[in-house]
């Protein structure tokens, strides 16, 4: 008998990309959309507000000064992070992994890769915008020293909740 953890794939089966090809973004938009609305809840706008940063995204895309992370498994992308250039700072978008690749290692892998990233770019800022209702994420997030620095509250996803803004400062 087959047990849920003997099926999840290993960290060794994903490779990771960091090239932008058309389609990705929908592909990150269409993950967004489906696992945020059957996980917490998330309505329309919410979707609409990826669709709308990632076009900004789009629209932005500096390779020099942005980054991102495609995770890929038999040929579909099964995760993804976004640095994202912004005046002073990096902000870091799009962290999502399909829940059959959680827990193998891949949040720890991107976020040891998007620090590095901020070093190799002398940028010693990031922050991130998220919910409450992303506690496996916000340990993440502060096991790297991002810290909690804003919180209000939003009903812009068609449900009431908490949106925190997260802030890390590197001193290199």
Not at 83 to 102: G, N, S, T
Not at 146 to 166: G, M
Request: include cysteine; proline fraction near 3%.
């Amino acid at each position: 008998m087959n047990t849920p953890d003997a099926a999840k794939p290993l960290l060794s089966d994903v490779t990771i990309r960091n090239t932008l090809r058309p389609g990705d973004l929908g592909l990150i938009a269409s993950i967004h959309g489906d696992i945020y609305a059957k996980e917490c809840g998330y309505g329309l706008n919410f979707e609409a507000y990826v669709l709308k940063g990632l076009g900004e995204f789009a629209q932005q895309y500096d390779p020099e000064k942005d980054k991102l992370w495609l995770c890929e498994h038999d040929n579909r992308v099964v995760g993804c992070l976004v640095a994202q250039h912004r005046a002073d700072a990096v902000q870091l978008r799009y962290f999502i992994f399909l829940p059959e690749y959680r827990g193998i290692g891949l949040g720890k892998k991107l976020m040891g890769e998007f620090v590095a990233f901020m070093t190799s770019t002398g940028c010693k800022h990031a922050y991130l915008w998220t919910t409450e209702d992303q506690q496996a994420a916000i340990a993440l997030y502060e096991r790297y020293g991002f810290v909690l620095s804003e919180q209000r509250l939003s009903d812009a996803f068609d449900k009431e909740l908490t949106e925190q803004k997260y802030e890390l400062t590197l001193n290199q």
